[in-house]
C-alpha cells in the first residue's frame, strides 16, 4: 500500500477540487478520468452539461478563490462576466421581478468549459498533483478483511488493468457512481437513496452578445409560477455571447429548430429572454439535455464503512440543475474536506467527520431543490413533511423581496447558500413577509394593492 498516496476517481471539477486539498496532505495524489482532459476550453463527453448555462453561486466562488488564489484573476482575463448577483441580473420568479440593489454579493458568469479548464491549469501547476487520461476504475483493492480500501482497478484505453495502491481513495465520479455497487460486493450495505422525479429537460443555444442587450445587466432567470412549467436563463460568458437554455419540468421541453426555440422562449413568463435573441446572431445549433431526477444517497446513515474511501460531489448528491448548486456544494465539501485533515483526521478515520459535514452542506440545497420541485404537478418522490406549507410561505417571500431589500438579500443569501434555509424563518424576515404581503406590490412596474392573501402576478 502507498502509505501516502491519494487516488481521485473523475477528473471534473469535484476530481480537481479534492486533488487540491489532498495535495495539502499526502504526498502525491493521482486522478483518474475516463475522457483525455483538454488543455484548451472546450466542452468534453463526460460533461454533457457543459453546452448548457450554468451558475456559480457565491458561496461557490467564494470557496473556489480560497482553493485557488489565481483562478479570479485567470476567468476575467479570458473573458468571464464580474458583477453583483442581485443588481446586475433579473430575477423574475412566481410572478415578480426581484428587487434589484448592489448587494455586494459578488458573482461571476463563464461557460463551463472555461471554468472546469481554468481550474484543471490550476491543478497542473501543483507538483505532486498526475492527471491520468482515459483511465476506466474498475473496483477497489482492499486489505484482507476488507475493512480498508487499499487502492484502484484501473485500465486504461488499449492497455491491461494495473492496480494503484492508496492510503485514501476519494470517489468524484459524479451521479453515475458505482460506489453503492463496490460496497455492496465488498459486504457493506448500500446507502438509501431519494429520488424526486422532476423529468426537467431544457435546450440551449448561444448568441451573440450586443451592449444594449438587456440594458447591459448580465443575465435574466424567468421562472415560472407554478403550475406552469416553462423556465428559461439567458447568461452572459466569455467572447461577448450570451447562452439562452430555455425548457420546463414534467416533460415540458423546447424544440431544437431556430424557430420552435424562438417561439418557445416568447411563451416563457416575461420576454426579457425572446426580446434579446429575436434579432441577435446566432452563434451555435440548439442541444438539450434531460434530468430525470433530484438524487440524494443517504452515506450519512449507514452505520459502516470501510476506512480510506470517501465520497464527494454528485456521487453524493445530484440536484435540478435549474438551482445551480452543484458546483458551489462540491466546493463547499472540498474545503470540508481540507478542514477535516487540518484538524488531524487520517485516512484511516475521516470517513465519519466529513460524511458528517458534507449532509450539513447538501441540506439547504437539497430544501430549496427538491422542496420547490414539488410546487409543480408531476413531480413525484418522498415528499418531506411540511413542504406544501414551505412552498406557501416562499411564494409569500418572492412576492415581498420584490421591494424589500431585506427581504430579498435575505434569500439570495440562502440561495447563494450563504446562510441556511432557518434564516427565511427568522422572527425578523417572517415579520417583513407579513407586513409586505398585506401592502402595494409593483407589478410589471405598476402599482398594485394586495388585498388579500392572494397574489397579483404579472403574467
Known sequence: ???????????????????????????????????TLPTETANRKGVPQGWHGHGLLASGFSALKQMFPDLEHDLL?????AGDVIGDVRW???????AKFQSGLGGILLSRPLLETSIRAQ??????????????????????DRKRVSGIRVQQTGGSAADHH???????????????????ELGYSKPATDEVEVSLGYTSRTFKRRPHDLNGDMGAILAPKPPKTRVGFMLAMEGERWIASIGGWTGDYAPTDPQGFLEFARSLSRP???????????????????????????????????????????????????????????????????????RGMTAENVWRPFIKEASKIIETPWTI???????????????????????????????????????CRAFFDVANLLAPA???????????????SMGSRKVDGRESSVVSRESIVAD
Not at 500500500?1 to 502525491?28: E, K
Not at 483511465?135 to 486489505?143: E, K
Not at 476506512?307 to 435540478?320: E, K, Q, R, Y
Not at 425578523?428 to 407579513?434: C, E, H, P, S, Y
Open 123 to 144: 491543478v497542473r501547476k501543483l507538483p505532486n498533483v498526475s492527471i491520468v487520461h482515459n483511465a476506466h476504475v474498475h473496483g477497489l483493492l482492499t486489505d484482507a
Open 272 to 342: 426579457d429572454i425572446y426580446e434579446v435573441i429575436k434579432d441577435a446572431e446566432p452563434l451555435t445549433d440548439a442541444v438539450t439535455y434531460r434530468f430525470p431526477c433530484n438524487l440524494r444517497r443517504r452515506y450519512e446513515r449507514l452505520e459502516k464503512f470501510p476506512a480510506g474511501f470517501l465520497v464527494m460531489g454528485d456521487a453524493i448528491c445530484s440536484f435540478n440543475p435549474i438551482y445551480g448548486q452543484g458546483m458551489s456544494v462540491t466546493s463547499l465539501e472540498a474545503l470540508a474536506l481540507g478542514a477535516c485533515l487540518e
Open 422 to 436: 432557518t434564516t427565511l424563518f427568522h422572527p425578523r424576515v417572517v415579520g417583513r413577509v407579513v407586513k409586505g
Open 92 to 98: 423574475f420568479q412566481h410572478g415578480y421581478y426581484k
Open 369 to 407: 431543490a427538491a422542496g420547490s420541485d414539488f410546487a409543480f404537478n408531476g413531480v413525484t418522490g418522498p415528499k418531506p413533511a411540511g413542504t406544501d406549507a414551505i412552498n406557501w410561505y416562499l411564494e409569500r417571500v418572492h412576492r415581498v423581496a420584490s421591494t424589500d431589500k431585506v427581504v
Open 77 to 81: 482575463e479570458a473573458g468571464a462576466v
Open 166 to 184: 492508496a492510503a485514501l481513495v476519494v470517489d468524484a465520479s459524479g451521479r453515475g457512481s458505482r460506489a453503492p455497487e463496490w460496497l455492496a
Open 1 to 35: 500500500m502507498a502509505s501516502n498516496q491519494a487516488c481521485v476517481i473523475g477528473g471534473s471539477i469535484t476530481g480537481l477540487v479534492a486533488a487540491r486539498v489532498l495535495s495539502d496532505h499526502f504526498d502525491q495524489v493521482a486522478l483518474f478520468d475516463r475522457d
